[in-house]
């Protein structure tokens, strides 16, 4: 059922966290990265428990991981821009600004409206003209 299959990926998140906290980081992302790279099948809220796994591993530092969180939530819900949304942060945040932008325009392109994603995108064409004008 989607409620046992939630429950499963929820554990095995619960799992590995102890483990990073302990400090046996390479244990724990193994166990995430495995977790992560599992195949499953839709799940209502499978979107949702990925992005927030996303957003988690993200404030973590653990970027690579929290892009897989976030491209396995795209799976479920490839329109979502919130999902694009945390992509383009966390492509941000290991410094790859074009993939942000993508990432930006395209959670834009799902919800115009979508203030969070647009200031975004400003800052990023801050920044973007701050490097060009020091170069």
């Known amino acids: 059922t989607d409620v046992g299959q939630v429950r499963l990926l929820r ?3 619960a799992q590995a966290l102890p483990l990073l906290r302990r400090g046996a980081r390479s244990e724990s992302i193994s166990l995430l990265r495995e977790m992560l790279n599992k195949p499953h099948t839709f799940v209502a809220g ?3 428990l990925c992005s927030e796994f996303g957003r988690g591993l993200r404030r973590l530092g653990l970027t ?3 892009l897989i969180a976030h491209r396995r939530a795209l799976e479920f819900a490839p329109r979502d821009e ?3 949304f945390n992509i383009a942060r966390s492509y941000h945040d ?3 600004l074009p993939e942000s932008r993508d990432y930006l325009e395209q959670a834009l392109a799902v919800a115009p409206d979508f203030s969070v994603a647009r200031q975004f995108l400003a800052f990023l064409d801050g920044k973007a003209s701050q490097r ?3 170069s």
């Open 64 to 66: 690579s991981l929290a």
């Open 132 to 134: 060009v004008g020091t």
């Open 11 to 13: 554990s095995q998140c």
């Open 82 to 84: 919130r999902i694009l």
């Open 46 to 48: 499978g979107a949702q």
């Open 94 to 96: 290991i410094d790859l």
